[in-house]
């Protein structure tokens, strides 16, 4: 089983619409990040969190808000969608502890198209 | 403000071709991570390099972090069709929690 698992895999939504991408961990990681990935971008961070009462603002938060239900849950939400939030979504987390504290595990991403 | 370049951006050998891939900063990056992504999948993780000068090989792969933990190198020997994907640099600079990605070398090996 994958250690992290992003639902949806692919989101087609209306601009305007509420929508939310979900994150989960097996790893007992207690860092969890939110990116988007564009074309010529690169990976953009949107939002991370350290541990479950910790919400950090990344480089391209607006928009966008955060949810850390428990250590393994991370869920993103667009409140109103438009067509310049399409993008490949990827959650993913890192171990505070120990030397390899920057190292960064990805889930396999959500497609969102927003129409 | 991009920290993180890579170059090239593309690259498309033969199979049997040796590359290097760079990964550039003006910043001092307290250790300093590959990884390789496929189409329709996330980021995978390959080393982490922290020591200045470390050399770290994994199969055909060698990844070299610069003495002055600004700059680090991939080498693929003899690449292969599996070698293609997208390979990115990225790191946090000394003293900050600052977790930069590069802009990515796409890498394509045709057999």
């Known amino acids: 089983d994958a250690d992290v698992t992003q639902t949806p895999r692919n989101r087609i939504t209306k601009t305007g619409k509420r929508i939310m991408l979900e994150c989960s961990q097996t790893?007992?990681?207690?860092?969890m990040y939110w990116y988007r990935q564009d074309p010529g971008l690169g990976l953009r961070l949107i939002y991370y969190?350290?541990?479950?009462?910790?919400?950090n603002k990344g480089e391209i938060s607006d928009g966008y808000s955060v949810s850390r239900q428990a250590q393994a849950k991370f869920s993103l939400s667009l409140e109103s969608a438009i067509p310049n939030q399409t993008a490949l979504y990827f959650c993913?987390?890192?171990?505070?502890?120990?030397?390899?504290?920057?190292?960064?595990?990805f889930g396999p991403g959500t497609r969102l198209t927003v129409l | 403000t991009q920290l993180l370049e890579q170059s090239p951006q593309f690259l498309s050998i033969q199979e049997g071709e040796n590359l290097t891939v760079y990964c550039n900063s003006s910043?001092?990056?307290?250790?300093l991570q590959w990884y390789r992504q496929e189409p329709g999948e996330g980021p995978v993780l390959l080393v982490t390099?922290?020591?200045?000068?470390e050399v770290k090989k994994l199969k055909r792969l060698t990844f070299q972090f610069g003495d002055a933990r600004k700059d680090s190198s991939l080498h693929i020997t003899a690449a292969q069709p599996g070698d293609t994907g997208l390979y990115l640099c990225?790191?946090?600079?000394?003293?900050?929690?600052?977790?930069?990605f590069g802009t990515g070398t796409r890498l394509k090996v045709l057999a």
């Open positions: 390099v922290v020591t200045g000068g």
């Open positions: 910043s001092v990056f307290s250790s």
């Open positions: 990225a790191g946090a600079t000394s003293g900050t929690y600052k977790y930069i």
């Open positions: 993913a987390t890192s171990d505070s502890a120990g030397p390899r504290y920057n190292e960064q595990f």
């Open positions: 790893k007992g990681h207690d860092r």
């Open positions: 969190s350290f541990d479950v009462k910790d919400i």
